[in-house]
């Protein structure tokens, strides 16, 4: 920058680069629009999450600085979400009400511009995927601090989706009310596993009043909404959807408290170069099934990254598992290690192939 240069002179710039952002986009748009019209005709998905990988890829490659890789991957996004939504929008079920975590979650994954629709339990999220009303489903499935979500495991048991994706997000928590004054707050409303992750920071700071559990976060702020001596333990998103003011943030007791999301949908997620394979199986209670079921793993060299039981509901002392492992199952060694394990099992499903977090 010279010192010649006016703030007038360098606005200007910025309105000429605007334009021409402006006029690429919406050509960007246009060529999108004509990539739906050719797949409509060829019967095939509008919403290629494969392709969209590569773009963010692309972009990250082409990236020169200064704007660091995680801001082009949010513009992008963004700009793919909307040039999908001209054609029809993305149709996402996730565990609502509004301004929950999973909502938060949708929204990284899926950007503004689709269409996210809130449900009140797992399995609706699970039953509107499964009769096609929305072509994917967010649910939570694993905390950092909490453990597995076990209603999520259960309900692959039954259900035929797959996992198409995951999502890591950083869980903070705020204290929100209507005034934004900590000498109003008479009561604090939130789900449990959040007042339990601020527990210390509450007996410091507003000891003797009274917590009450409520089903997520985001109800506690709808409530809190309409109570001016109550405060919500929320999510920041739950402030500005509820008209809440924050009193302060980040209350949680532990720093680095990540939520595990998995998007299901209908279909398989092809190979990104990085993924993880998710399957459940039942085995035969017998001497060293354990050893014989993870050999098949070891000797491939197939890395296992998890391993879950749940009992199974109808028969006391039976279990299922659950294992994640690195790799996509259309490679061989990941493949072949899951078809010997099946071999032994009473039976064994895959929940899908996806890329793994970043
Ligand atoms: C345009 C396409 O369709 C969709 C839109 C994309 C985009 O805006 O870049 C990428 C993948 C698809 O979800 C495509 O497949 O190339």
């Known amino acids: 920058m010279s010192k010649t240069q006016s703030l007038e002179q360098l606005r200007g710039e910025i309105d000429q680069i605007d334009s021409n952002l402006v006029k690429l986009l919406n050509q960007r748009a246009k060529v999108a629009s004509d990539v739906g019209r050719l797949k409509a005709g060829q019967d095939r998905d509008f919403h290629v999450p494969s392709r969209e990988r590569e773009v963010h890829e692309r972009v990250a490659r082409l990236n020169q600085g200064p704007l660091p890789e995680e801001a082009f991957r949010s513009i992008f996004r963004e700009i793919m979400s909307a040039c999908l939504a001209l054609e029809s929008p993305v149709k996402v079920a996730f565990l609502g009400p509004m301004a929950t975590f999973t909502h938060m979650a949708a929204m990284q994954q899926f950007g503004l511009s689709a269409q996210l629709v809130p449900q009140k339990s797992i399995p609706t999220v699970f039953e509107e995927v499964e009769k096609g009303r929305a072509l994917y489903g967010v649910v939570p499935v694993e905390n950092s601090t909490e453990g597995m979500v076990s209603h999520t495991l259960d309900m692959f048991v039954e259900s035929d989706l797959k996992i198409t994706a995951e999502v890591l997000l950083e869980v903070s928590h705020d204290l929100l009310s209507r005034t934004g004054r900590m000498e109003d707050v008479r009561k604090v409303y939130s789900h449990p596993q959040a007042l339990a992750q601020c527990r210390h920071w509450l007996e410091e700071n507003l000891p003797n009043v009274p917590l009450v559990d409520v089903a ?84 491939r060299g197939v890395n296992l990254s998890k391993i879950e039981s749940r009992p199974v509901k109808t028969k006391a002392w039976e279990y299922i598992f659950f294992l994640d492992m690195s790799g996509h199952v259309s490679e061989a060694p990941v493949g072949e290690a899951i078809e010997e394990l099946r071999s032994f099992c009473q039976f064994l499903k895959i929940l899908g192939s996806y890329p793994k977090a970043r």
């Open 216 to 299: 997520s976060t985001a109800l506690a702020a709808q409530i809190v909404s309409e109570d001016l001596s109550a405060a919500a333990i929320a999510g920041c998103s739950a402030a500005e959807h509820y008209g809440l003011k924050v009193v302060r943030s980040r209350i949680e007791d532990q720093v680095n408290n990540f939520t595990r999301f998995i998007v299901v949908s209908r279909k398989l997620a092809e190979p990104s170069g990085n993924d993880k394979t998710s399957i459940l199986f039942s085995v035969k209670d017998e001497p060293g099934i354990l050893y014989r079921m993870l050999e098949p793993f070891a000797r």
